[in-house]
């Protein structure tokens, strides 16, 4: 800060000279140096000197005035109002004044004005004329002296009515007019009496809340899934339809009905059966089975014989050998049985009466003595077989000649024929124990003949030719 110089100066500025040195030099940047300039200026002021000493002080002494004002190192004391004063003071003084154009509204009132008015309740000054609002009143400045006029403000609105889905009257302060209330449509979605619908199978509830609106609108969307009778499958898991298609859900939607697409595909059947056995209908299934309606008897090196059910057949290299295929409890068994020829002795025969028995595989002639076989039973060895499981046995059949003869009836005039044949008398049940390929065994009952006799039968002549 520049030093003033003493020179000229009246003998109390001396005094303030030196206090502003001393607190300057010994007392630095306290700012003590402005008091005695600020009291050294305001003396001058009193005898209508002025002194624009701040801006001297390189902004050490600055002063900031309120943004309506403006700084002056010299103004009246009094300064102009719209009130004017009892006893006008004219001396000087330095503060923060109203700007120019403008003057102070009233003692007691901070503001500035252009025009004088009313001061309202809120301090605000008002022109002549002017309308403002105040306290939710609506409020006139009168000239004349009159001051201010309010009377209550009058809120206006057209009844509402809230028709929408879900919304209802709610009245609350004006955001843009806070002195009046405002009734407005509220939404609360637990009003809304629209429900959700209950969708079809592959299908879900979607909804959706439009702007504007307060209910949300519901509709039914596909799942992206396949249904079949009461169930959903999603893409790529199977479908059961029939037992005679494969399907399966695919990704494919139906235009139509925006579900995915089931796609099926037959189910690949049998159409032939290994020898003995016959494609047949099953009750609740797709396909045709194979079972067997013949036995199957196998000849190692040679042809299979096959049989049908109750059907006898011998070996065509072995007359000795007899096949039978026998239905029992819905299983078809096959047995093999071996003729067991009586001792034969060529030598003792008739010549040229050597002849095979009725079985073919045996046997016979006319003996030599004329001397016959008497019926009796002839052991025999077969094969007996039951569901793959066989066993030989020794059993007994009836052979041997019996009282058969034809000769002339005196009482009768006529031939009187008698004929007899080897039948069994008496015959017993017996079990023996079968050897199946598997290593187990199993019983089987069958008839064995214990002894044979003649019996008469019924002779029949031959036709005439």
């Not at 800060?1 to 000279?17: A, N, Q």
């Not at 040195?21 to 630095?28: A, G, I, K, L």
């Not at 001051?147 to 009257?169: H, L, N, S």
């Not at 060529?346 to 046997?363: D, F, R």
Request: charged share 20%.
């Amino acid at each position: 800060m520049d030093s003033p110089s003493p020179s000229g100066c009246p003998t109390t500025c001396l005094h303030y000279y030196d206090a502003c040195m001393f607190d300057s030099c010994f007392v630095p940047d306290s700012g003590l140096e402005c008091a005695s300039l600020q009291a050294y200026a305001t003396l001058c002021a009193q005898g209508n000197i002025c002194i624009d000493w701040r801006n001297h002080t390189h902004g050490i002494c600055s002063v900031t005035c309120p943004p309506h004002r403006e700084y002056r190192a010299c103004g009246p004391a009094d300064e102009p109002s719209c009130e004017p004063p009892h006893q006008r003071n004219t001396h000087l003084v330095e503060g923060c004044f109203c700007p120019e154009g403008t003057m102070n509204y009233a003692p007691g009132f901070d503001v500035c004005v252009e025009l004088c008015g009313c001061v309202g309740p809120d301090d605000v000054p008002r022109k002549f004329g002017e309308h403002f609002e105040f306290d939710c009143k609506d409020c006139v400045c009168l000239e004349g002296g009159r001051g201010i006029i309010c009377q209550p403000k009058e809120c206006r609105q057209e009844p509402v009515t809230c028709t929408e889905d879900g919304t209802y009257p709610l009245t609350e302060v004006n955001p843009a007019d806070p002195c009046c209330n405002i009734t407005t449509c509220k939404c609360n979605t637990s009003l809304c009496e629209e429900t959700p619908p209950k969708c079809p199978l592959g299908f879900e509830v979607s909804s959706e809340t439009r702007p504007g609106k307060c209910c949300p609108s519901y509709s039914c969307v596909p799942k992206g899934v396949c249904v079949h009778g009461n169930a959903e499958y999603q893409p790529g898991s199977p479908v059961y339809s029939s037992k005679c298609q494969d399907c399966v859900c695919t990704n494919s939607t139906d235009s139509s009905t925006q579900l995915n697409i089931i796609s099926c595909t037959h189910v690949h059947c049998n159409s032939s059966c290994s020898p003995g056995f016959e494609l047949v209908d099953v009750p609740g299934e797709c396909c045709r089975k194979c079972q067997q309606t013949h036995c199957i008897i196998k000849r190692p090196g040679m042809e299979n014989i096959v049989l049908k059910p109750g059907d006898i057949s011998n070996d065509p290299t072995n007359n000795c050998t007899f096949f039978s295929c026998m239905k029992i409890h819905n299983q078809l068994i096959s047995s093999v049985s071996n003729i067991t020829c009586p001792d034969f002795d060529p030598s003792i025969c008739v010549p040229g009466s050597i002849t095979l028995m009725p079985n073919g595989c045996c046997k016979k002639c006319i003996p030599r003595n004329e001397t016959r076989i008497f019926c009796s039973t002839i052991p025999v060895t077969e094969e007996i077989s039951y569901s793959g499981c066989t066993k030989k046995v020794t059993m007994n059949y009836c052979s041997g000649s019996c009282g058969t003869f034809a000769m002339y009836s005196a009482e009768a005039q006529a031939l009187d024929h008698r004929c007899s044949c080897c039948k069994e008398e008496r015959t017993s049940q017996r079990e023996v124990e079968l050897s199946c390929p598997d290593g187990s065994s199993r019983n089987h009952t069958y008839t064995h003949i214990e002894s044979c006799q003649c019996q008469d039968t019924v002779c029949e002549l031959p036709r005439a030719q």
